[in-house]
């Protein structure tokens, strides 16, 4: 296992260049300055960037994580591991499976979406550093994402996993952030509360 702290899932930024309007590494480096405990990279959806494009803006980003020690996460691209010297990986259940990536990358971070019941019976928590929870509530950020699964879901895996590193995610924005944690979870997970807030410095703070 990596020598994973919990407490850098308390504010997880998540991006891709899709999610924003301007410069993702100024969006980043506002996110940073204002409190952001760890980063994902995820160009993935409409407008994303592929090929060497994306390798040569993850390669940016990852460089901004290391100027100020954010652990830097990237999304269900194995391969982009290794290119971008990447602290670890975030995957779902259509992903590759924990267990091959945990072979592979015996001390990076992985974390694994389980969203139901179903998922997590079929998930091998052993090789897994955290759980991605959610979505929490709707968001229209991800257009294949599943149906909310509410505050409850996130209670019922701190009940079932008293000290296992939970993030939520989805729909979470500076209103409804602290339910999430009050639910149980170590931190929430974002990417429009940050990416279409008018302030980053408010919106993370509030977060
Ligand atoms: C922290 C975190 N939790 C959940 C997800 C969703 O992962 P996945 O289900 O694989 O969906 P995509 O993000 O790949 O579309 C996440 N990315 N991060
Ligand atoms: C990647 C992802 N996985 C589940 S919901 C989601 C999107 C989260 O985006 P937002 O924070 O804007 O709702
Ligand atoms: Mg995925």
């Not at 979505?135 to 294949?144: E, H, I, N, S, W």
């Not at 699964?149 to 409804?176: H, K, Q, S, Y």
Request: charged residues 20%; negative net charge.
């Amino acid at each position: 296992m990596s020598s994973f702290n919990p407490l850098s899932l308390r504010k997880y930024f998540i991006m891709g260049s899709q999610n924003v309007k301007g410069n993702p590494v100024a969006v980043l480096e506002q996110a940073i300055q204002a409190g952001i405990t760890i980063f994902q990279f995820r160009e993935k959806g409409p407008g994303s960037l592929s090929g060497d494009s994306k390798i040569k803006l993850g390669k940016e980003l990852r460089a901004v994580c290391s100027v100020h020690q954010i652990p830097f996460i990237v999304n269900d691209d194995v391969e982009l591991v290794d290119k971008l010297d990447a602290d670890g990986i975030h995957v779902g259940q259509d992903d590759q499976s924990v267990k091959e990536l945990r072979e592979m990358f015996p001390n990076k971070i992985i974390g694994l979406s389980v969203s139901n019941q179903d998922e997590l019976n079929n998930s091998a928590l052993e090789y897994v550093d955290y759980i991605g929870a959610g979505p929490v509530f709707l968001t229209t950020t991800k257009v294949d994402a599943k149906s909310s699964v509410g505050l409850d879901w996130i209670r019922f895996l701190r009940a079932e996993f008293p000290e296992f590193p939970i993030v939520g995610i989805g729909g979470i924005n500076t209103t409804n952030a602290s339910s999430v944690l009050k639910a149980g979870a170590n931190g929430v997970s974002f990417i429009s509360a940050v990416t279409r807030a008018e302030d980053i410095k408010e919106a993370v703070s509030k977060l």
